[in-house]
């Protein structure tokens, strides 16, 4: 007969941790009288043997947690959930100190292996929430710019009015001052911040400042990580940028490294803390077809690509760092000041700067390559979100800013599309008529497609909904793949160009 107890469920828990060399032998005792005091238990069968086989210690963390609402240790809300399930995961996770030293240790062997133990790490304490992220729906689709992939991110909920009021009511002060601040490192959790028990953040100097490196809790690619600086400052994309992702690239040469924009609209969703993202995926931006080459004047030595891609992107690329480092800076500046009215793009207005750049760098082989993507945040009484920012006719399916992941053409929808696209393909196959007010004009549009079979209609919405993020990031370039949005990207290259 199965061992149901709470006392089973703790020695489980510590043999799987021990047998996945998660804790320590000599830490068995100091591991259980953790738990018990997580878990208000005053007492254990010392006598209890591992169930055999051992369950997976999320199976466990799963049942210690069902046992400590039962018995009201803590309430059934995501929050403190979420905290007591960092708590006990810590007992897994070594210390900050501990784990800096293994992954520099392990660096010296060689980069992959060091982000390889680093990334395994967290996943088996629970940091980066796998299961969550496994419900993800992920799709691609076929556009003229080649393939674009789409993903429903159901991994991250969203959180309902009553939990932002209990928020707002619980708010904590400026401690941490925001969810990439180093100070969540450890951090017990509040209805206002995340639980981060089971958080560790590598330290990764950077040309003299102390930066760190961890990874996405929510991963949207494979080993999405994240680089932070140690002090909470705002974006800020400069010549210094430029060198920190090359840098990066020189440190870490299996991953990529970006950064937003570091301007509100076309900026991603943190600005308010300087930091860049990364990881080992291969993107759709990356096969891109080149339309033409550059002869930059100024650099004559490092080589300049066009793209064929829904954003305007100049694509470098040199074995010397530095040639690429002096070609991307040029032409940053040069975009920061630059004007053309006959295409809506001012430099400034108001007092307010709108051109910037979103970056991307990666190695290819010995090669540095550096994506320079021109961004434009200006609005209109018109277009009040954005003159490049989805329009309106395409906010049913993506309205928030379009940053550096979906420039690189993956699409990061919200979880409210699940239900909505079943409902529409309901509507489509004449089961009910309940779309989603935001989708009955397109639901409509798509009807005249049909006759539509169950086998196969939710394939023609994926379809229909590559499409529409194929808008989106139309919307979002600054020079379109028209002849009058290249004669307009021409203008610009007249100034870098050797002509």
Not at 222 to 247: D, G, K, Q, Y
Not at 393 to 399: A, E, P, R
Request: overall charge negative; some cysteine; proline content about 5%.
């Amino acid at each position: 007969m199965q061992d149901n107890s709470i006392d089973q469920v703790i020695r489980d828990f510590i043999s799987k941790g021990i047998a996945a060399h998660r804790i320590h032998s000599l830490d068995e005792r100091y591991a259980i009288n953790h738990l018990l005091g997580l878990l208000g238990l005053d007492a254990y069968d010392v006598k209890k043997i591992p169930s055999i086989p051992l369950p997976k210690l999320l199976d466990s963390l799963d049942r210690m947690i069902g046992y400590a609402v039962e018995s009201q240790l803590i309430s059934d809300v995501p929050e403190e959930i979420e905290i007591m399930e960092a708590q006990v995961m810590e007992l897994i996770t070594p210390l900050p100190s501990e784990v800096n030293k293994r992954f520099w240790m392990h660096y010296e062997e060689a980069p992959m292996r060091a982000t390889d133990e680093f990334y395994r790490l967290s996943q088996d304490n629970d940091y980066i929430k796998t299961r969550k992220i496994a419900k993800n729906k992920h799709f691609s689709i076929d556009s003229k710019y080649g393939k674009l992939e789409i993903t429903i991110n159901l991994s991250k909920p969203e959180k309902t009015r009553q939990q932002m009021e209990l928020a707002r009511q619980t708010e904590g002060g400026n401690y941490p001052v925001c969810a990439l601040c180093m100070e969540n490192e450890g951090y017990r959790g509040r209805a206002d911040a995340a639980a981060r028990s089971n958080h560790r953040i590598v330290r990764l100097p950077l040309f003299g400042e102390n930066w760190g490196f961890q990874y996405s809790p929510y991963s949207y690619y494979n080993e999405h990580c994240i680089i932070l600086s140690e002090e909470h400052v705002p974006m800020n994309v400069t010549e210094e940028t430029i060198a920190n992702l090359l840098e990066i690239v020189t440190i870490f040469p299996h991953y990529f490294i970006g950064c937003n924009a570091g301007l509100p609209i076309i900026g991603g969703s943190i600005l308010s803390h300087e930091h860049y993202q990364g990881g080992r995926h291969h993107f759709p931006m990356e096969a891109a077809q080149v339309l033409r080459n550059l002869a930059l004047k100024d650099v004559p030595e490092v080589e300049a690509e066009i793209l064929y891609w829904p954003l305007s992107v100049i694509r470098l690329r040199s074995e010397d760092r530095d040639v690429v480092a002096a070609a991307a800076c040029i032409i940053m500046e040069e975009w920061q000041r630059y004007s053309d009215p006959q295409a809506d793009i001012l430099a400034e207005s108001s007092g307010m700067r709108h051109n910037a750049v979103t970056l991307i760098a990666r190695r290819v082989e010995e090669a540095y390559e550096l994506d320079v993507v021109l961004r434009n945040n200006r609005t209109t009484e018109v277009l009040p979100d954005g003159i490049f920012h989805p329009h309106p006719d395409v906010q049913h399916i993506k309205k928030e800013n379009i940053g550096l992941i979906e420039v690189l053409g993956l699409a990061i929808l919200p979880p409210r599309l699940e239900t909505e696209l079943s409902d529409v393909a309901d509507y489509l196959l004449g089961k009910n008529n309940a779309v989603a007010s935001c989708h009955r004009e397109w639901a409509e549009e798509l009807k005249q497609q049909g006759p539509f079979e169950e086998e196969s209609v939710m394939g023609m919405i994926h379809a229909a909904v590559g499409e529409k993020f194929q808008r989106v990031m139309e919307d979002a370039g600054v020079y379109k793949q028209t002849p009058e949005g290249q004669a307009g990207l021409d203008r610009f290259l007249s100034i870098l160009e050797n002509t």
